[in-house]
């Protein structure tokens, strides 16, 4: 009979007893074995490290328009309120907003006599047409509006004075120039204010400059107006009594909706409007506006990090490609693994941790290049980017899974090996 | 009354290629005390490889039993296989088998990464020993690459001796080494054995087996000879 040697050392030895690798030896076996190929590591690396450089930036370059087209519509004054003639519905056959005729100075008074909520008020008429200075002329638009306009549109006075009740009143030929219109009409005056230009052959005293606005989300150019009082554009230059729009602000953001309410209650009354007819006015908030354009760039966000997204996948069928390649080239480290006391889980866990040592450097790498290059092009092209601790922590989480679901086949594959047929293999 | 560490009864090892049968063991049985130098011999495919294999829990016989250090190796799980192979025995191939672009140190620390109750201080030791005893001591930190042939196979057995196995498996170990070189190993594994290792050589060239105590024959996976070798010979008289 089989007696066994009666050495201590042997009895500590017992193998059936459950040895288990400790993660620190299995994280040495892998970052050895992938040292050993650094050039085949990088280059596992590199599709992880594009996917997610990409990843980073897109998701910068698309929150950073998203925040900044929010910021531009709260400039023009988060508080505000539009209305405009005709219904806001769609398919209809709609008609030319300015030719309708349906809000007037009554809607005005109706707004502030019932809208509670709104603070300021302004009407407004505005007339295209060029406007002439000496030699100088300039295509420009004037808008006759109230006093409270500047208010709401958040615009002030950088020379000169805004016009008073008494002007509006009185309809005097007085207006105040945007930025743009001033450098176009008076490019060597110091000085517009106490000037005069010319609009449809009246003369307009200029009392004010704007300060410059610069160009609106839309591109256009805020700085290229003149303001009068609306009075004087209706009677001077439009000869109507009708407006053509109205701008309100509500005490505050949050009660925005609450303000466009009371102005729909207010018109509809003003307007005599039956409970089964449509308003032929419509109001609209610029939390509406915002809240349009932040869904617009957040589909934005979703489209660039989905691009960023598949070249991420592409990474990981790069991982998993060249694993499975370097499993058949390793086929002997293999068997030799498994003749010395790897267990299939051994070789399967150091695989495994190749490919997420692979994914997550190469993630951690691509963050970092992801920074770099947002915070680049924040800088040097003044481009809008915001990166969020959401896109780095996501990046993050997504390497490992791509490490995990791509490493797992390859890994398999090299623990399923036969230790005797792979150490044959040539 | 010297330790039996392996038995063996009735081996039979069976392989399917297509639909035929390859019966490559036909019920071989042997036993082995501690402290042999047993060459097993045979013409090629007469089954060497396939014994040493089963006898290395590399592989498992289709029928019949084989005891290794009073563990019935034919009812081990795979893992439980590789728990033998980890601490009960050491391999020594006809290729060598090391890492390429890994230190001599590194490579025979090998199996100990695979015991986790070896601590890393513990498994450097273990393994300068091993390299020291095969007279290595001033070539630990090349790579193979760096090494000649001989060489490459002194690390390769240092491997196998750094987790104090039961006994030493060597398939064709000298099989890719010059005549020179050949004595050299042949004499390392001499100086094993008298510091108490159990070795099994597979070989098919006669002269090595005299350097053994112990011969057995192979032809057509079934044993042919079984002899003592009286007159063995030390390579270094
Ligand atoms: N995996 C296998 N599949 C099929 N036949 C095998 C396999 N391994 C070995 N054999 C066959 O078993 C016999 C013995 O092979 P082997 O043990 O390698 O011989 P040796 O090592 O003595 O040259 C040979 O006929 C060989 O073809
Ligand atoms: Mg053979």
Known sequence: MVKTRGLASLQKKNPTTHRHMTVLNLSKIAVKAMGRNKMRTFLTMLGIIIGVTSVITMLAIGEGSKESIQEQISSMGANMLMVHPGSDERGGVRMDRSSMQSLTLDDIEAISRYATHVSALSPMVSSGGQVIAGANNWPTTIQGVGKDFLEIRKMEVSEGVMFTDYEVKRAGKVCLLGQTVVENLFPDIESAVGQTVRFKNIPFKVIGVLASKGQNTFGQDQDDVILAPYTTIQKRIMAITHIQSVFASAENEMVSEQAEEEITLALRASHDLDDD????????????????????????????????????????????????????????????????????????????MEAVIVSVGGGLIGISLGLILAYGMGNLLVWPVVVTNQSIMLSFLVCAVVGIFFGWYPARKAAGLDPIEALRYE | MKNEIIEILDLK????????????????S??????????????????????????????????????????????????????????????VFQSFNLLARTSA????????????????????????????????????????????????????????????????????????????????????????????????????EHEIAEYSNRTIVLRDGEIVKDHANLGRRAVLD
């Open chain 1, 277 to 352: 007819e449509e308003d032929d006015f419509n109001v609209r908030s610029q939390q509406e506006l915002i809240k349009t354009f932040s869904s617009t760039s957040e589909m934005l966000t979703l489209l660039l990090g989905a691009i960023a997204g598949i070249s991420l996948l592409v990474g990981g069928i790069g991982i998993m490609n060249i694993m499975f390649v370097s499993v058949t080239e390793r086929t002997r480290e293999i068997g030799l693994r498994m003749a010395v006391g790897g267990r299939g889980r051994d070789i399967l866990s150091q695989f495994l």
């Open chain 2, 13 to 28: 090892r069976n392989f399917s290629v297509g639909i035929e049968t390859v019966q490559a063991l036909k019920g071989v």
């Open chain 2, 105 to 204: 140190l590194e490579n025979v620390e090998l199996p100990l990464m695979y015991n986790s109750s070896v601590s890393p201080r513990k498994r450097k030791n273990l393994a300068e020993k091993a390299l020291e005893t095969v007279g290595l001591a001033d070539r630990m930190d090349h790579a193979p690459n760096q090494l000649s042939g001989g060489q490459q196979q002194r690390v390769a057995i240092a491997r196998a001796l750094v987790n104090d196995p039961v006994m030493v498996l060597a398939d064709e170990a000298t099989g890719n080494l010059d005549s020179k070189t050949t004595m050299d190993i042949m004499a390392l594994f001499q100086d094993l054995n008298r510091q108490g290792k159990t070795i099994v050589f597979v070989t098919h």
């Open chain 2, 30 to 91: 042997f036993t082995v005390s501690e402290g042999e130098f047993i060459t097993i011999m045979g013409a090629s495919g007469s089954g060497k490889s396939t014994l040493l294999n089963i006898l290395g829990a590399l592989d498992r016989p289709t029928e019949g039993n084989y005891v290794l250090d009073g563990t019935n190796v034919g009812t081990l799980s795979k893992d439980q296989l590789a728990g033998i192979r980890n601490q009960k025995i050491g391999f």
